[in-house]
C-alpha cells in the first residue's frame, strides 16, 4: 500500500533511543473544542488548530476529507484516527505514508490528533489532558464542522500505539476497532518505565510529569496501562504488531534494540487478551526495527479488520 521515499520520520523513537539510550507542554486557553484557523493543504487535506480547554492550549489535527464530500452536504462519515509516535509530530502519517492516495474515493474522515511531543496521548500530571482533546474535544469538532457519525476506529505507531489501545481500553466501545503497530502495551512491564521516562525526559520534561514514580504511584500506572485495562476491549477488533528486533534480527542496531525492548511488552498485553478470552489479531515477526519501513505494511494488513468496522470497502 505505502511508498514513501523516507523510511523513517526527522525525529522518530529511534532518533530517541540513540540520544537517550533507549518543550515544554505551552499552555494558553479559550472556549474548548472549537475550530480556532483552520489552513487548507490540499483538494482533501487541511490543517485544523482547535481551541482546547484540555490542554490549555490551541492544538493541531490533520484532516483528510472524503473525495465528495462537498458534494453530498447531508451525509455522514465514520473516522479513521491515526495516532503518531513519540519525538514526532500529527503531520508524521501523510509525511511518511500514501494515506492521502490510499483513502481516495473512500468515504472515510482521517483525523491524525496532536499528542504533543512525547507522543503519549494520556491524563498528564502536570495538568494536560491529551486523552480528553483526542476523545471529547477533536470529535466534537467533527461531529460539528465535518459531518462525522459516530462509527470511529483508532490506530498508532509506537507511542501512538499505546495510545490506541489505551484509549479503546480506558472507553469501552468508543471504537469499533484498535490497530497497534510496535506500541508500548504494558506499561509495568520489566523495563517499560525506564523507556516511558526516557521518551518524557528527551523532551526536556520531568518523567514525573507523565503518571509520577512508577512504584509510589503504580496505581495510577497501572489504571493508564492497555493491559491492565484489557477487559475493556471486549468486542472491540485488535489487531497487534512487534517485531523481535536484534532478537534473532538483524538490521540497524538502534531502531531494532527498542523494537526488542518493546517484543515481551507485546506479548504480555496479548498474553492477558488470550487469558480474557478476547480475541486479537497478531503479527509478530522476527527482526524488524522501531521504524516506518515496517509500521507501513503493518497498516496494509490491518486494513481489512479497520475497513470492515468502519463499514467502508477494503
Known amino acids: 500500500m505505502f511508498d514513501h521515499s523516507t523510511a523513517v520520520p526527522r525525529r522518530t523513537v529511534t532518533r530517541a533511543a540513540a540520544v537517550a539510550g533507549l518543550a515544554a507542554l505551552f499552555g494558553a486557553g479559550a472556549a474548548a473544542g472549537r475550530a480556532r484557523a483552520a489552513t487548507r493543504l490540499g483538494p482533501r487535506t487541511l490543517d485544523v488548530t482547535v481551541t482546547s480547554a484540555a490542554l490549555g492550549r490551541g492544538a493541531p489535527v490533520r484532516l483528510i476529507l ?13 473516522v479513521l484516527y491515526l495516532l503518531h509516535g513519540a519525538h514526532d509530530d500529527y503531520t508524521s502519517w501523510t509525511r511518511e505514508t500514501d494515506i492521502e492516495a490510499f483513502t481516495e474515493g473512500r468515504d472515510l474522515i482521517v483525523a491524525m490528533p496532536d499528542a504533543g511531543p512525547t507522543g503519549i ?16 474535544e477533536v470529535p466534537a469538532l467533527l ?24 484509549h479503546a481500553a480506558r472507553h469501552p466501545g468508543a471504537f469499533g476497532a484498535a490497530a497497534s503497530y510496535s506500541g508500548i502495551l504494558d506499561t509495568t512491564a520489566p523495563g517499560v518505565p525506564a523507556i516511558m521516562d526516557a521518551i518524557v525526559a528527551r523532551e526536556n520534561l520531568s518523567p514525573s510529569s507523565l503518571w509520577g514514580n512508577p512504584l509510589l504511584n503504580l496505581l495510577t500506572w497501572r489504571d493508564f496501562n492497555p493491559r491492565a485495562r484489557a477487559e475493556g476491549l471486549r468486542g472491540t477488533a ?12 538483524g538490521g540497524d542496531p538502534l531502531p531494532g534494540a527498542l523494537e526488542s ?14 487469558r480474557l478470552r478476547i480475541p486479537v489479531t497478531t503479527h509478530f515477526y522476527p527482526g524488524g526495527g522501531h521504524s516506518w519501513a515496517y509500521w507501513k505494511e503493518e497498516f496494509t494488513a490491518s486494513w481489512p479488520m479497520l475497513a470492515h468496522a468502519l463499514g467502508v470497502p477494503e
Open 66 to 78: 472524503p473525495s465528495g464530500f462537498a458534494a453530498q452536504p447531508n451525509r455522514t462519515y465514520p
Open 121 to 136: 496521548p494520556s491524563v498528564w500530571r502536570d495538568g494536560a489532558d491529551y486523552e480528553r482533546f483526542q476523545l471529547e
Open 143 to 166: 461531529r460539528r464542522d465535518y459531518r462525522a457519525s459516530g462509527v470511529r476506529v483508532v490506530a498508532g505507531v509506537s507511542t501512538g500505539g499505546y495510545g490506541a489501545m489505551a
Open 238 to 249: 485488535l489487531y497487534v504488531s512487534n517485531g523481535s528486533g536484534l532478537v534473532g534480527g
Open 261 to 274: 525492548a518493546l517484543w515481551p511488552s507485546a506479548h504480555r498485553f496479548t498474553d492477558a487478551l488470550a
